[in-house]
């Protein structure tokens, strides 16, 4: 169970939900009402699978044309958020969190006259691995990202080293962990991408991070308007 639990963890429904999820997953099927259980399919390999499969039965039944195309679409995210030869220790190289990762580093770090356009072009290319340059937000996107701010905030909550001070001595307090993923929040998706004037194309992604953030987060708005405060 998450230490965290009545203040800053997905709500008690949601995890109630999870832990339901996790107990009856072998029950599941996966293809019924598709694609609600889409993103219950938590092994990649797995899911492309089945992804196939169903873009296979739809091109031979010829019924529905716009959940086809919608299929087609998701298969093309998920080839490049997990391309089939990038792996790691734990299965497949996830992009958007690699992408994310190296925005926090490389934006944070100092930009000057020698190195702003080599730094730039780095930014750019990590905007684009989380399909915010040159892709649009469609809803088959939106849920993606909805799926990864929700990955990536159970993997904040849980990671006892992100919301630990002093070499993993002490657990930080509730308050100061949302607060300190509301900041990081607010740095990848509106502070950095400003200082390279790229604010705007990543005001979808920022707000579905942000509403994510919200509506997970006990006393989400509180910690939001006090990271918000600082940063002005």
């Not at 709500?11 to 072998?26: D, H, P, S, T, Y």
């Not at 959940?67 to 391309?83: S, T």
């Not at 080293?161 to 657990?171: K, N, R, V």
């Amino acid at each position: 169970m998450i230490k965290y639990q009545q203040i800053l963890i997905l709500k008690k429904n949601e995890v109630a939900f999870a832990m339901l999820l996790r107990e009856n997953q072998a029950e599941i099927d996966y293809l019924e009402d598709w694609p609600l259980h889409y993103y219950e399919i938590h092994d990649i390999d797995q899911r492309e699978r089945i992804l196939h499969e169903h873009i296979q039965a739809l091109e031979a039944s010829h019924a529905d044309d716009a959940m086809l195309m919608a299929d087609r679409r998701r298969l093309f995210i998920l080839e490049k958020r997990y391309p089939a030869g990038e792996r790691i220790s734990t299965g497949r190289k996830d992009h958007f969190i690699a992408a994310w990762m190296m925005l926090l580093i490389e934006g944070r770090a100092g930009v000057n006259f020698f190195n702003q356009r080599s730094v730039g072009k780095h930014i750019r290319q990590y905007l684009s691995d989380l399909c915010i340059l040159d892709d649009t937000p469609d809803d088959v996107l939106l849920n993606e990202w909805r799926a990864f701010a929700k990955l990536w905030l159970s993997t904040c909550i849980e990671d006892k080293t992100y919301h630990s001070t002093i070499f993993g001595m002490f657990a930080m307090s509730d308050a100061k962990l949302g607060r300190k993923i509301a900041r990081e929040i607010l740095e990848v998706t509106r502070v950095i991408p400003a200082k390279f004037k790229l604010e705007k194309e990543c005001e979808t992604f920022a707000e579905t991070m942000k509403t994510v953030y919200l509506t997970s987060i006990e006393h989400g708005d509180r910690y939001w308007q006090d990271v918000l405060s600082e940063l002005h």
